[in-house]
C-alpha cells in the first residue's frame, strides 16, 4: 500500500462522504483530484485543497514469511474564501468526511491525533483541520 492508493480511494469516495455532511450553513463541494496532493502539505488551491503526507514505514515481523506494516498519514484539508465561522466549521466537516470515508478503506487502522488550525501559513482567511492516522498491513516476504 502506498500513498497514491489512499489518494485513489478518496478520489472515488470522499464526494459521497461530503455531500453527507454538506448543510445551508455550512456548504462542502466536492474536492477535484486535482486539488488532492500527496508528498507535502501545498496551500489552498480554490476554496479547499487536501494534502496526504507519509511518513517512514514501521515493519513488525510477525513469522518467517510474512510482517506488517504500519504507514503514519497526516491528512491536511484548508479551506479559504467564506466567512471566518463558515471556514472553522467547514474546516472541521471536511476533516470529518475523510475520517468517515477512510473508515472504509481496508488497511485504515487508527486516528492517532488530530487538530484544527486559525490562520494557515500567516493568512487568517484560511482555516485547516489536520488528522494523523496509522494504516495497518500484512504483506509476505
Keep these: 500500500m502506498k500513498i497514491d492508493d489512499i489518494k485513489t480511494f478518496l478520489v ?8 453527507a455532511l454538506s448543510t445551508v450553513d ?6 477535484p483530484a486535482t486539488s488532492i496532493f500527496t508528498r507535502e ?4 488551491v480554490g476554496k479547499v485543497s487536501l494534502s496526504l503526507d507519509d511518513d517512514d514505514e514501521q515493519i513488525e515481523q510477525i513469522t518467517l514469511n510474512t510482517r506488517e506494516v504500519t504507514l503514519p498519514v ?16 467547514q474546516a472541521i ?6 475520517l468517515n470515508c477512510l473508515k472504509a478503506y481496508p488497511d485504515f487502522s487508527r ?4 487538530s484544527n488550525w486559525d490562520g494557515v501559513e500567516a493568512n487568517p482567511n484560511i482555516k485547516a483541520t489536520k488528522l494523523d492516522l496509522e494504516f495497518v ?3 509476505a516476504i
Excluded: C, F, W
Design 12 to 19: 472515488a469516495n470522499l464526494a459521497t462522504y461530503i455531500a
Design 74 to 89: 497526516m491528512v491536511v484539508v484548508q479551506v479559504a474564501g467564506a466567512t471566518m465561522s463558515v471556514l472553522a466549521a
Design 111 to 114: 486516528v492517532v491525533g488530530r
Design 93 to 98: 466537516a471536511y476533516g470529518q468526511a475523510i
Design 26 to 31: 455550512v456548504p462542502l463541494a466536492a474536492i
Design 137 to 139: 498491513y500484512t504483506e
Design 41 to 44: 502539505v501545498h496551500e489552498v
